[in-house]
């Protein structure tokens, strides 16, 4: 069974028409296109660059910002190009005076309310405003008006708002709404007074956000940006009496390489360790190592759900944006959720145990860091659960971005490093724990070794292709011993619900489902580079993949230091040093209404 949501279903051009051809002239030239497509979609295929400010690659156009306006002979007024549908014979002029005048009005009305503040901007270079204010030609302020003026929102541990940077473009609105189904945003008044804001008006920390940042990743300015630690994190390193521990997730090695300049799907692993190092970290850890450890306790734990009659099916719980979605929305569920903490965490706990044990070491004179794709890892950090003795697990969270900033920020040139490895005994990890990065991979790694733990053997072919790929719901069923297992996999929250309405509907032929909160998992995590889109998304994965398909060890419980780890401190899966340490408990959260 397979249900799309409306992101899947709504696409753009040849897709969403029948394969009829009509011929169009743009620019003097002939074209063909897709009878019913819209203008947009044509030229884009033909590489015309015509700008956006409100369009989403998926979902129907909503017209708002009128700067894709072309001029169509025969037409009274410019029209919008994201909603005009072509028509056999027509006549297109994509960048004639009329129409250059139009788009510079409209970013010279946008700026006249914009403050100039680019300096200081989390988005300074990276802003769509900003490069079509110079693609256009605007050198100075053409409309003088009273700016409006809110309070900026630092209210959230992972995102920070500003309404004053807001272009009311709407795809947050709609990211949040229409992808995420979780309508933690929506506009508020009308007119010259409307606005972007929460229910009532407050604080994200008060709404039904999740703090993925998907928000932040098709926010055209900086009027949505990462709570950064950048400076917290500098302190640490430059305070003697710290000792300061990184972890960096299973996706990092692939994705900051983009931050930096580099071609998408580039893996700098080695480098990105080396660099972490010449930064001050004392210690480099790889977050790969716990999502081997994560494996073991959670298919253990599936395991004895299935053999002793437990709640099914269980739901994963390494993604914290997910977890207080269903606290949000799902409380009913919330005892299918997997009581293991995430990878990020049952690492941030060992660090304070059994390593600061090893070192010698109070473990409120370590500051753990992990660098992470994903901004609601901020807010997990935080939670009162993830600490003992009110000493938190990780104390600060960076996305990649937040790396890729610190590493230009003290001057480093990764090109120039010589790859190093991560520290023991957290440096070690299996390509199971690697390809945690893309959707899908944690339900592999798991049924690699729930299929070791059930029958005593290892799973004949390792690569399970119906859990790959960019797909938002994906299903398999597998036999391991002489039992079928029912497995799903769900990647962005408005996949996640179809599944969960489906559960809560009686559906009763699955035991494991691993729900990730940004589309194409953490790959495509609210913290990944500006400009993440699905093409991006699965090249990432392509090198997840590459990386499983070209090393030996390929399941977590083959890691020789997950088993040592076993042997001198935490005994067995699910045994009660484990439980204390690498487990926890959810609740039920109000939503604001």
Known sequence: MTTQTKAEVQTTGSEMHSDKTVNIMVNDRPVKAVQGETILSALKRVNINIPTLCYMEGLPPSGACRLCVVEVEGAPNLVPSCSFPVAEGMKIKTSSPRVLKARKTVIELLVSNHPDDCLYCARNGQCDLQRYAEELGVRKRMFRTKKTSKQLDVSSPAII?????????????????????????????????????????????????????????VCPTGALTEHSYIDQVLAALNDPSKTVVVQHAPSISVTIAEELGMPVGSDIDGKMVAALRRMGFKYVFDTSFSADLTIMEEASELVQRIQTGGVLPMLTSCSPGWIKYVEEFYPDLIPNISSCKSPQQMMGALIKSYWADREKLDPRDIVSVSIMPCTAKKFEAGRPEMGRNFVADVDYVLTTRELGRMIRMLGLDVNMLESETADTPFGERTTAGKIFGASGGVMEAAIRTAHYLITGT??????????????????????????????????????ARIILDQIRAGRKDLHFIEIMTCPGGCVGGGGQPIGTDMAVVAARMKILYKIDSEEDVRVSHKNSQIIRIYDEY????????????????YHKREVLL
């Open 161 to 217: 708002r500003d309404p004053d940077k807001c272009i009311l473009c709407g795809r947050c609105v709609r990211m949040c709404e229409e992808i995420q189904g979780v309508s933690a945003i929506d506009f508020i008044n009308r007119g010259s007074r409307a606005f972007i804001g929460t229910a009532f008006n407050r604080g994200l920390n008060l709404s039904s956000c999740v703090n993925c940042g998907q928000c932040i990743l």
């Open 458 to 495: 290892e799973i004949t072919d390792l690569k399970i292709e119906p859990l790959r790929g960019t797909k938002g719901i994906k299903e398999l069923k597998a036999r391991i011993g002489g039992l079928e297992v029912g497995a799903a996999v769900a990647s962005g929250l408005g996949n």
């Open 570 to 585: 935490l005994g067995k899966p699910l045994g009660e040093k484990s439980h204390h340490l690498l487990h926890t408990h």
